[in-house]
């Protein structure tokens, strides 16, 4: 892997999207929704479409418990079990985690909230803006942070899905 230059992230150019064209059919509901979010977190919108396609296919339900997450990071005092197992959850069209959320100060009663794209968006951004300001803007290493670090391709992976949003 190459160390990549940071991505400039200042708003959307004028013209963005250039041509939806490119777009899968299930990411259109959501493209007010992206540029939105991604605006508000001073994020390249398609970066967070790349982003979501990466890690849930534009499934809005999407959701995957992750053991090892579960292991390490979730604190045996934060709630009932079902909160515990919740919070080792990636959710929605960011498959953000729940204990991450949670500390991003996602406040439902739910984590499935996370599953509604708005909030999903809107939590998914905000951590995301984090991670890339924790970085000094370089993308490859926010990416690794985003993933977690096991995968060392999945930033090639992301930014190869950025064309078709551009």
Not at 27 to 55: G, H, K, M, T
Not at 92 to 109: D, I, K, T
Not at 141 to 162: H, S
Request: net charge negative; glycine share 10%; charged share 20%.
């Amino acid at each position: 892997m190459t160390e990549s230059k940071p991505l400039p992230l200042a708003a959307k150019p004028p013209e963005w999207p250039r041509d939806i064209a490119t777009w899968p059919t299930a990411a259109l509901p959501f493209r007010d929704l992206i540029e939105q979010n991604a605006l508000r977190f001073d994020l390249r919108p398609e970066l967070v479409c790349a982003v979501v396609e990466q890690e849930s296919g534009w499934n809005t339900w999407g959701m995957r418990f992750e053991p090892a997450f579960y292991g390490h990071y979730v604190n045996a005092d934060a709630g009932d079990e079902t909160e515990r197992v919740a919070r080792a959850c990636s959710w929605g069209l960011m498959q953000v985690m729940g204990q991450v959320a949670r500390e991003a100060g996602f406040s439902y009663a739910f984590l499935s909230g996370l599953c509604e794209p708005s909030n999903g968006l809107f939590i998914g951004c905000s951590v995301l803006a984090r991670k890339l300001k924790l970085t000094g803007g370089n993308v490859d290493t926010a990416l690794l942070l985003w993933n977690g670090g096991g995968n060392k391709e999945y930033p090639a992976q992301v930014l190869a899905r950025m064309e078709k949003y551009a």
